[in-house]
Nanobody
Framework: QVQLVESGGGLVQEGGSLRLSCAAS????????MSWFRQAPGKEREFVAA????????DYGDSVKGRFTVSRDKAKNTVYLQMNDLKPEDTAVYYC????????????????????WGQGTQVTVSS
């Protein structure tokens, strides 16, 4: 059973930074591709960032490219999302998701790719 717990959300001013963490209770963490999604009130959940099981391949949503960085620490079974230059439109609940894969370098960006989700962490950016 996969359990994902996000943390690190909060209230930050425009232009500020936050680092989100997602701790995974997965025996074989290195067998999973990991991704971040977000959902703002009244909007659909959207893709933010993805990292392959090897950690080599990364992918980002257009609205966060150049500002957000995804990484993973295999020793800690944790994936991170470093968010810089935050904007009010980044306000949302952020979710991490895991997908078991045999591919070392594929990244996964579609909601339908995932069956395991965390409970989410709120990020609020004030102007």
């Amino acid at each position: 059973q996969v359990q994902l717990v996000e943390s690190g959300g909060g209230l930050v001013q425009e232009g500020g930074s936050l680092r989100l963490s997602c701790a995974a209770s997965i025996r074989t963490f290195s067998a999973y591709g990991m991704s971040w999604f977000r959902q703002a009130p009244g909007k659909e959940r959207e893709f933010v960032a993805a990292i392959s099981r090897s950690g080599v391949s990364k992918d980002y949503g257009d609205s966060v490219k150049g500002r957000f960085t995804v990484s993973r620490d295999k020793a800690k079974n944790t994936v991170y999302l470093q968010m810089n230059d935050l904007k009010p439109e980044d306000t949302a609940v952020y979710y991490c998701a895991a997908v078991r894969t045999f591919s070392n370098d594929n990244t996964y960006t579609r909601l339908a790719d995932f069956s395991s989700w965390g409970q989410g962490t709120q990020v609020t950016v004030s102007s």
